[in-house]
């Protein structure tokens, strides 16, 4: 059976869209382990599935490049908003979309009747350790020591509806994030796995960012991880709360803003290309 697809990315972290509020996609994990094969399929990070709720506008599952469902995805969600305003028949401005990590909120921000960009309210950070899941003692894992590859790193523990562990250092550019990543995405800490967000303080209130998703592996952006990024460097004094940060990613930049009791997220929503696969 052809399906049509959307082809779209949030800063460089691409997925593959499919509209199944009417017709269901079978054996999503599959599907998306076969279609982001960069080379021998349509490539991409994953697939997100549009769907039907009765408590939002839209609901959104992703599955990552490796089969596994993931529970929220920053940059993913802006481009859910973006195809439900131009293509999906919600011409609202504001709307909601329901993940695996609650209801979110998306504030789309049109030009000439095309969504440019979208702010999402992100929600609180979780900040416990046994709700993140991370296994430190204490209400708070900031700063705190960890041992990965026989190296001690320093490490500040968020959940933006995904678990993130954040280090700070001097030039993340020069890691070798092929053989450290994996070494922290599976870390006897974390028992879901863990994305780990490696930043560089660049000025005030400016962060630059690589990141290693679980399931995915390094990634040109990661929208829940420059939260996560955000919200740790607040909690170190390294940057401002209730301003914008500049977080800086390969794909590009994104604006974080850390409330009181909210995390908000800015960043463009691109549709790449369109087509049809056999499913």
């Known amino acids: 059976?052809?399906?049509?697809?959307?082809?779209?990315?949030?800063?460089?972290?691409?997925?593959?869209?499919f509209d199944c509020r009417e017709q269901p996609l079978r054996d999503p994990s599959a599907a998306a382990v076969r279609l982001s094969d960069r080379h021998r399929s349509v490539g991409g990070d994953g697939i997100v599935l549009i769907l039907s709720s009765d408590r939002a506008d839209a609901r959104m599952r992703m599955f990552n490049l490796d089969g596994s469902e993931g529970m929220m995805c920053g940059n993913a969600i802006r481009c859910v908003g973006k195809y439900l305003f131009e293509r999906g028949g919600i011409k609202k401005q504001t709307l909601t979309v329901e993940t695996k990590s609650g209801i979110k909120t998306l504030f789309l921000h049109v030009n000439g009747g095309a969504v440019s960009s979208v702010t999402v309210d992100m929600g609180a950070p979780v900040l416990a350790p046994k709700e993140i899941p991370?296994?430190?003692?204490?209400?708070?894992?900031?700063?705190?020591p960890l041992s990965v590859n026989g190296r001690e790193y320093r490490v500040t523990c968020v959940s933006m509806g995904n678990p993130h562990c954040v280090v700070f250092a001097e030039d993340p550019a020069a890691l070798d994030l092929r053989a450290l990543g994996p070494a922290f995405e599976h870390h006897p800490a974390f028992p879901a796995r863990v994305n780990t967000e490696f930043v560089r303080v660049a000025?005030?209130?400016?962060?630059?960012?690589?990141?290693?998703e679980r399931g995915s592996?390094?990634?040109?952006?990661?929208?829940?991880?420059?939260?996560?990024?955000?919200?740790?460097?607040v909690l170190n004094g390294r940057c401002a709360a209730e301003s914008d940060i500049a977080v800086r990613l390969l794909g590009g930049d994104l604006t974080i803003r850390v409330g009181k009791d909210r995390v908000f997220m800015t960043g463009e929503a691109a549709l790449s290309f369109t087509g049809e696969v056999e499913l």
């Open 203 to 212: 000025g005030a209130n400016e962060l630059v960012m690589r990141v290693w």
């Open 1 to 17: 059976m052809l399906r049509t697809f959307y082809k779209m990315h949030g800063i460089g972290n691409d997925y593959i869209f």
């Open 134 to 144: 991370a296994d430190f003692p204490g209400e708070r894992a900031v700063n705190v």
């Open 217 to 233: 592996g390094e990634t040109r952006a990661c929208g829940t991880g420059a939260c996560a990024a955000a919200v740790a460097a």
